[in-house]
C-alpha cells in the first residue's frame, strides 16, 4: 500500500492492486479463528502443568503466548476498519 500511496497517480494508480493480493490468505483466517477457543482451552489446562508454565516463562518475547495466539483473531476487525477507512477517502 506504501508503494502505491507513495506514487499516487490519481488516473494510473490502484489501491486495489495490493489488498487483492493479500485476498488469497484470507481464508487462513478463517481456519485460524474456527480453531482458536480449542487452542486458548488447551493452553488454559496446560499453563497448570508446572513444566509447561516453566518453558512459557523461560520464553523471552515481548508478549505472553496468549496474547500472540489472540493477535490474529483480532487483526480482522482491524482489516475492515482500514477497508471502511480507504472507501471513505
Known amino acids: 500500500l506504501q508503494d502505491v500511496?507513495?506514487?499516487?497517480?490519481?488516473?494510473?494508480?490502484?489501491?486495489?492492486?495490493?489488498?487483492?493480493?493479500?485476498?488469497p490468505f484470507l481464508s487462513y483466517y478463517g481456519q485460524y479463528c474456527r480453531g482458536f477457543d480449542q487452542a486458548q482451552k488447551l493452553?488454559?489446562?496446560?499453563?497448570?502443568?508446572?513444566?509447561?508454565?516453566n518453558i512459557l516463562k523461560n520464553v523471552k518475547g515481548e508478549?505472553?503466548?496468549?496474547?500472540?495466539?489472540?493477535?490474529?483473531v483480532q487483526r480482522i476487525p482491524r482489516y475492515k476498519?482500514?477497508?471502511?477507512?480507504l472507501?471513505?477517502?
Open 43 to 53: 493452553l488454559d489446562q496446560r499453563q497448570s502443568d508446572p513444566q509447561f508454565s
Open 63 to 72: 508478549l505472553p503466548l496468549d496474547a500472540l495466539l489472540v493477535m490474529p
Open 81 to 85: 476498519l482500514l477497508f471502511d477507512d
Open 5 to 23: 500511496a507513495g506514487g499516487w497517480a490519481s488516473n494510473k494508480s490502484l489501491l486495489s492492486a495490493p489488498i487483492l493480493e493479500l485476498v
Open 87 to 89: 472507501l471513505n477517502h
